[in-house]
Nanobody
Framework: QVDLVESGGGLVQAGGSMRLSCAAS?????????????MGWFRQAPEKEREFVAL????????YFADSVKGRFTISRDNVNDAMYLQMNSLKPEDTAKYYC???????????????WGQGTQVTVSS
């Protein structure tokens, strides 16, 4: 059992900033903490496939970003409070999507490889 709860989404104007949060809990998550695992963010816009945004390795804090968000987004984690964050700056209308928090053992950018997902939070960027 893994609970991933996102928060922080909403409406923002182009060029603005927004921070998304993900709180993790559950027996399986507690077991994951005994080994190596990764957490990250995916997003999905209407009529588009779910795409990778960013990920972070829990133990070392190594980060990876999609080319479309490099230089604008940052990802971080609080491994004491079991939380993860996505700081989004210089937002563009094309960033509009539902953003999902994910967790998994494999270091991958493929959505199908993650079997733990949050419910998602909507981010809408107006022009």
């Amino acid at each position: 059992q893994v609970d991933l709860v996102e928060s922080g989404g909403g409406l923002v104007q182009a060029g603005g900033s927004m921070r998304l949060s993900c709180a993790a809990s559950g027996r399986t998550f507690n077991a994951y903490k005994m080994g190596y695992f990764n957490m990250g963010w995916f997003r999905q816009a209407p009529e588009k496939e779910r795409e990778f945004v960013a990920l972070i390795t829990w133990s070392t804090g190594d980060t990876y970003f999609a080319d479309s968000v490099k230089g604008r987004f940052t990802i971080s984690r609080d491994n004491v409070n079991d939380a993860m964050y996505l700081q989004m700056n210089s937002l563009k209308p094309e960033d509009t999507a539902k953003y999902y928090c994910v967790m998994g053992r494999s270091l991958t950018t493929e959505a199908k490889s993650y079997n733990y997902w949050g419910q998602g939070t909507q981010v809408t960027v107006s022009s």
